[in-house]
């Protein structure tokens, strides 16, 4: 663990991402529906951001800052992803992100999020 506290969210995702296969057909269903800028809430470690090519411009939201860093290292060259730290709950959530956007994806994150009514309404406000 080289002095780091363990965090469950950020090793179970770094567990799965050998699942590759799983992550491309979960993309291959959503992929039809995107359109040219898309934004993912509850990014995690970037295992969809990685796949999403071909976008304008893709928005990863998580309020993990580790797992912010290692989205990072994921999409590290692509001009076209930004990364936000941002609580999707929070009131002034819409005003924090660029838009506007043709796709707001939540990929295995809703379930995480206390307030999934509060998140999807401000994802919706954006």
């Not at 002095?3 to 296969?21: N, Q, V, Y």
């Not at 291959?28 to 304008?56: A, F, K, N, Q, S």
């Amino acid at each position: 663990m080289s002095g780091r506290l363990s965090d469950p969210l950020f090793d179970d995702l770094e567990a799965i991402a050998a699942m590759r296969r799983y992550y491309d057909w979960k993309l291959d269903l959503i992929r039809p529906h995107l359109g040219p800028r898309v934004m993912e809430v509850g990014c995690g470690t970037g295992l969809i951001l990685d796949r999403l090519r071909g976008h304008d411009r893709v928005v990863g939201v998580d309020i993990n800052a580790r797992c912010l860093a290692r989205a990072a290292e994921r999409v590290r060259g692509r001009p076209e992803v930004v990364l936000r730290q941002l609580d999707v709950q929070a009131p002034d959530f819409p005003g924090r992100v660029e838009t506007p956007h043709s796709a707001v994806v939540f990929m295995n994150s809703l379930e995480l999020i206390e307030d999934d009514a509060a998140a999807l309404r401000n994802a919706a406000a954006e």
